[in-house]
């Protein structure tokens, strides 16, 4: 069995929270990790992937021009301000406020905020706690001559691909827009759940 399948089948193992031996050791090493990434800050450049097998699945390669960070997300819903007249309290509407976008997207916005000279390949969940998530997020610098030499990644150095995440190109925003395969030898899925919601208008 290869590294990287290894590492795939203990985080299936922690999904899914088996309870055998062989698996207590990573659970002592994800305490840890938590304690240690609840002191740092909300984005994180880090050096290495956590989950290279998810890593990979994006392009993820050890070589020049590719960078990872780490976003944490808190947890639960949004809240609004109290209105302090014109309403009676059934319509108040200040607690359990979901967001459209899921956790993981908002977390590649804020990377690509932060990084925006960057593109993003991809996302994937690393841990989570009762408050918070962490999400890892794989990105090249399209500007890098390693990158532009690659045959399989030039097409990032494109004008009309910048800010993928924030146009919803990321395999995570195109889930969110409704617009994931169906499955085997079908096309995306069509009309996206929006253009579903005003149809049936």
């Known amino acids: 069995m290869a590294y990287q399948k290894y590492v795939k089948e203990l985080y299936h193992s922690i999904g899914k929270k088996i309870k055998e031996p062989e698996y207590a050791p990573l659970r002592a090493i994800m305490q840890e990790r ?8 909300p984005i994180v450049r880090v050096e290495h992937p956590t989950r290279i097998d998810r890593a990979r699945e994006y392009g993820f390669k050890a070589k020049q021009g590719f960078v990872v960070a780490r976003a944490r997300m808190r947890k639960g819903s949004f ?3 109290r209105p302090k007249r014109g309403r009676r309290p059934k319509r ?6 979901t ?5 993981q997207r908002i977390a590649e916005e804020r990377v690509q905020k ?3 000279n960057l593109q993003i390949l991809g996302s994937y969940w690393v841990m989570e ?3 918070n998530k962490w999400f890892e997020v794989v990105m090249v610098d399209p500007s890098h001559p390693v990158i532009q030499n690659d045959p399989n990644l030039k097409w990032t150095a494109q004008p009309n691909k ?9 395999p995570e925003g195109i889930r969110g827009r409704g617009l994931r395969n169906k499955g ?3 096309e995306k899925q069509r009309p996206s759940i929006k253009a579903h919601q005003r149809k049936g208008k």
């Open 129 to 131: 706690d009762g408050q």
């Open 114 to 116: 932060k990084f925006p």
């Open 34 to 41: 938590k304690t240690a990434w609840r002191k740092g800050g």
């Open 184 to 186: 085997k030898g079908s």
């Open 99 to 103: 967001s459209e976008k899921s956790n």
């Open 79 to 81: 809240h609004r301000v």
């Open 162 to 170: 910048n800010k993928r995440a924030l146009m919803g190109l990321t």
């Open 92 to 97: 108040m509407g200040v607690n359990k406020i």
